[in-house]
């Protein structure tokens, strides 16, 4: 099975609320996006936004310029149906992260909260890092999340990639400027508890 194929199996199978990595707001990434971004202004692209609240809550802060990215077009549907007439402030994009041609220098930050650990493959994490590096302005802002060294080994069916704030941000290279990292204790909807971690880097 296809990644997408998987994904959209996944979003048209469950509720949002019945995934394990769903929760009604993203406290620590709103937080991390308001410390990386200058103003409501700022360029933002969510990869792998799926059906997250993020986007709800970033409109709600007045940000003006969000880009949502997910390979999954039935995710991408079910928020535009949940944010109504306020979904056209929102630019649109269903694709495959490792593969899409980016606007270069579009984008001030960019937040992924649990995509770039699903990729197991070295080819699709260098794919992954080059579209960062080539989407992103100079200066710009990159947080990532993903399981930590104490997370699961797997999560929807699928394998996934577990670091700690070294390993994380090696992985982007020496462009990229470790600011901060974190990590979460995330309550599933399902009563266990997953560790995230987060790394907020610089690109230089």
């Known amino acids: 099975m296809g990644s ?4 959209e199996k996944i979003y048209t199978e469950k509720d949002p609320n019945a995934v394990s990595w769903y929760r009604p707001h993203l406290e620590t990434s709103l937080a991390l996006i308001e410390k990386a971004s200058a103003s409501i202004s700022a360029s ?3 990869v792998g936004g799926g059906e997250s609240t993020l986007v709800d809550d ?18 991408i549907d079910a928020n535009k149906k949940r944010l ?17 041609d980016l606007e270069p220098s579009a ?5 992924d909260r649990a995509v770039f650990h699903f990729l197991t ?3 699709d994490r260098l ?7 080539r989407a992103m302005k100079p200066g710009g802002n990159v947080i990532v999340s993903t399981f930590g060294s104490e997370g699961p080994t797997k999560c929807s069916g699928l394998e996934v990639v577990r670091y700690d704030a070294d390993s994380l941000h090696q992985e982007f290279g020496v462009r990229f400027r470790l600011v ?3 990590k979460e204790l995330h309550q599933t909807p399902f009563g266990t508890v997953q560790q995230f971690l987060y790394c907020l880097c610089r690109i230089e």
């Not at 970033?58 to 995710?75: C, F, H, K, M, P």
């Not at 056209?88 to 899409?100: F, G, Q």
């Not at 984008?107 to 937040?111: A, G």
Request: hydrophobic share 40%; with cysteine; net charge negative.
């Open 4 to 7: 997408q194929t998987h994904w």
């Open 44 to 46: 933002i692209i969510d």
């Open 58 to 75: 970033l409109l709600a802060r007045g940000y003006e310029n969000i880009t949502v990215l997910d390979i999954s077009q039935t995710a």
């Open 84 to 100: 109504g007439k306020a979904s056209e402030r929102v630019h649109w994009l269903v694709a495959d992260i490792t593969t899409i």
């Open 107 to 111: 984008y001030d930050v960019w937040h």
């Open 121 to 123: 493959s070295p080819s």
């Open 127 to 133: 794919a992954y890092v080059r579209q960062v590096t």
């Open 180 to 182: 901060d990292s974190c």
